[in-house]
């Protein structure tokens, strides 16, 4: 997985839920307002709005699909029932990355 501020490529258990907005200053805890950052670039943005921080996104949050949101909830989730899933996820998923 891909760290939305630096690019970097990252085990999912190395990266955190990043709130672009900062709950703190108002941001909502939505799909829209979340991304993946590493611990070093969550870190060096803190509290702070990106243009504060002086940081840029490297790609835009969106909305999973159904199955997308299924993947990425991280549920124990068999084989044949992922091969299923990841069927149905759209082809410009980053899941198919």
């Not at 630096?6 to 307002?33: K, Y």
């Not at 840029?56 to 969106?62: A, D, F, H, S, T």
Request: proline share 5%; aromatic share 6%; glycine share 8%.
């Amino acid at each position: 997985m891909v760290c939305a501020y630096c690019g970097g490529q990252f085990h999912p258990e190395d990266l955190t839920r990043e709130h672009i907005v900062p709950t703190s200053r108002g941001g909502a805890d939505s799909w829209m307002n979340c991304i993946t950052a590493c611990r070093s670039c969550n870190g060096r943005k803190g509290s702070r709005l990106v243009h504060e921080a002086r940081m840029e996104l490297l790609y835009l949050p969106y909305v999973p699909s159904l199955h997308e949101d299924m993947i990425l909830r991280g549920r124990r989730i068999l084989v044949d029932q992922m091969e299923f899933l990841l069927a149905s996820v759209p082809s410009h998923s980053r899941l198919h990355g």
